[in-house]
């Protein structure tokens, strides 16, 4: 699977909007861009996925560069619920069954 | 419609014993999947399952653990002769059909394996 890159960790204020990127230079023109985040002690819960157009859900938002080597998460409005690690994944559309988590984003939230 | 279930939620074992983990997918999803998280690391595949095949163990270890999806019933992720290092949280994530890229993954809530 190709690698993403993303920043350790993130602050926000709560009721901002959080922008959390992820670079995957190597993607391929297969690859789905998808997004997890794992709230403290809890399983992976899906946020968001994309192929090239950008995608609202009421979650978040993605938006993919037009080279589609790199991609924004966005949060409209923080809420302390929306502390977690943010996982950027890559999914081959014809295999590929598996997750391949990398280190993600932490977000902290601040009141 | 009840998310994907696993128990039990916390296990302790003392080195040498059995740990048996279960996994219950969601309703309708004949795919299964479990991850390990290692304390202070990310998660890592581990086994990929059908109902009565496994598909793909490329990230489970050579000895000592075996994963089963019967017919009927529950996943399961057996670790014999457990030690310290399998102290992990380990997660069931399951699909509806054949995953690629456009497929979601439902997790459940974990099962945190502790060895004394």
């Known amino acids: 699977d190709a690698k993403t890159t993303q920043p350790n960790s993130m602050e926000s204020n709560e009721e901002e909007p959080v922008h959390l990127p992820c670079n995957h230079s190597t993607i391929s023109g297969t690859d789905y861009i998808h997004w997890y985040r794992q709230l403290p002690s809890q399983g992976p819960e899906y946020v968001i996925h994309?192929?090239?157009s950008n995608v609202n859900n009421r979650m978040a938002s993605l938006a993919i560069a037009e080279d589609r080597k790199s991609s924004t998460l966005i949060l409209h409005r923080a809420t302390l619920r929306d502390a977690a690690v943010y996982y950027c994944?890559?999914?081959?559309?014809?295999?590929?069954?598996?997750?391949?988590f990398g280190g993600g984003t932490r977000l902290m939230v601040k009141p | 419609n009840a998310g994907v279930m696993q128990n039990p939620r916390h296990l302790v074992r003392r080195r040498g014993q059995e740990a048996r983990l279960r996994c219950s997918p969601m309703?309708?999803?004949?795919?299964v999947y479990w991850y390990r998280q290692l304390p202070e690391e990310g998660l890592k595949f581990m086994v990929y399952?059908?109902?009565?095949?496994?598909?793909?163990e490329s990230g489970m270890p050579k000895e000592r653990f075996s994963a089963e999806f019967p017919k009927e019933g529950p996943s399961i992720l057996r670790i014999q002769q457990v030690v310290r290092g399998d102290s992990a949280a380990y997660f069931c994530a399951s699909s509806p059909r054949l995953a690629g890229g456009p497929e979601t993954q439902y997790f459940g809530p974990g099962t945190r394996l502790l060895v004394l």
């Open positions: 994944i890559l999914r081959d559309g014809f295999a590929g069954n598996m997750l391949t």
């Open positions: 994309g192929l090239t």
């Open positions: 309703k309708g999803h004949s795919h």
């Open positions: 399952l059908q109902k009565e095949n496994i598909i793909d």
